[in-house]
C-alpha cells in the first residue's frame, strides 16, 4: 500500500551529536512536512518543503535543518541535538500546500531520544 | 487562524457511540473542519471533514451545526481500537500557506 515510511522508529544519539531522520513516500505527493511531538503535547510544525521550495516555520530552531533530493525522500538533521530536543519527529505529506480539501498523510514517527 | 476548543478528555462504553464536540466560534465562512486522530504510538490519521454539510464515511460522521460554530465526530460504535487522541482543526480554503495547526486534542478513552 502506498505510505508514508519513517525510519528508524527508534533513535538515540549523544547530546550534541548529529542525528538525521528519514522519511520516504509512495504517494507521490508534492508536499512533505515535518512535525516535532513532545510528550504529551500536540505535533508541532517545524517546515514543509513543497517539491523543492523549502518553507520554514518562524519558531523553528536554527538546529533544525531538512533537505529533499527528490520527491519521494525528506530527511531532518538536527545539528547539536539537546536534551530538549527529545521527542517523537513525524513526517507527513499532502498532494498540494494549502488544499484544504486534501488530508495530510502521516508516518509513524521516529522517537528520539538523547544521552 | 480560527481556533478550536475541545474537551480534554472522554469516556465512552465499547460498542456504544460516542460524540466528541468541538467549538470554533470564530470560524469563518471559508474554513473546512477537518478531524484527526492519534492512536497511541502513531502518527495522526484522517478521520474527516466538512464544510456545512453534515458527513458520513466508514470511519465516523461529522455533525456541523447550522450555524458553524461547534461540530461533532460521532463514532457510531465504540470499540477498544478506537482510544486516542482526537483533534478538531479548522483549514482555510483560500489561504494558499494554510497548515494544520493541532490543538490540544480530545482524549478518547473506551471501557471494556
Known amino acids: 500500500d502506498a505510505m508514508v515510511i519513517q525510519n528508524p522508529r527508534y533513535q538515540v544519539t549523544q547530546f550534541g551529536k548529529p542525528v538525521t531522520l528519514s522519511c520516504s513516500q509512495t504517494?507521490?505527493?508534492?508536499?512533505m512536512y515535518w512535525y516535532q511531538q513532545k510528550s504529551s503535547q500536540a505535533p508541532k510544525l517545524l517546515f514543509h518543503?513543497?517539491?523543492?521550495?523549502?518553507?520554514n516555520e518562524a519558531d523553528t530552531p536554527d538546529n533544525f535543518q531538512s533537505r529533499r533530493p527528490n520527491t519521494s525522500f525528506c530527511f531532518l538533521d538536527i545539528r547539536s541535538p539537546g536534551l530538549g530536543d527529545a521527542a517523537m519527529y513525524l513526517c507527513?505529506?499532502?498532494?498540494?500546500?494549502?488544499?484544504?480539501?486534501?488530508?495530510?498523510?502521516f508516518g509513524d514517527g521516529t522517537r528520539l531520544s538523547i544521552l | 487562524d480560527a481556533k478550536t476548543t475541545q474537551p480534554n478528555s472522554m469516556e465512552s462504553n465499547e460498542e456504544e457511540p460516542v460524540h466528541l464536540p468541538c467549538n470554533h466560534s470564530?470560524?469563518?465562512?471559508?474554513?473546512?473542519i477537518h478531524w484527526y486522530r492519534q492512536l497511541p504510538s502513531q502518527g495522526p490519521e484522517y478521520v474527516i471533514h466538512?464544510?456545512?454539510s453534515n458527513v458520513n464515511n466508514r470511519m465516523a460522521s461529522l455533525a456541523i451545526a447550522e450555524d458553524r460554530k461547534s461540530s461533532t465526530l460521532i463514532l457510531h460504535r465504540a470499540t477498544l481500537r478506537d482510544a486516542a487522541v482526537y483533534y478538531c482543526?479548522?483549514?482555510?480554503?483560500?489561504?494558499?500557506?494554510?497548515?494544520?495547526?493541532f490543538g490540544k486534542g480530545t482524549r478518547l478513552h473506551i471501557l471494556p
Open positions: 504517494l507521490n505527493h508534492n508536499v
Open positions: 482543526i479548522l483549514r482555510d480554503e483560500w489561504n494558499r500557506d494554510d497548515k494544520i495547526i
Open positions: 507527513a505529506t499532502s498532494r498540494d500546500p494549502g488544499d484544504s480539501n486534501q488530508p495530510q498523510h
Open positions: 470564530t470560524i469563518s465562512g471559508t474554513d473546512y
Open positions: 518543503y513543497y517539491d523543492k521550495d523549502f518553507n
Open positions: 466538512g464544510l456545512t
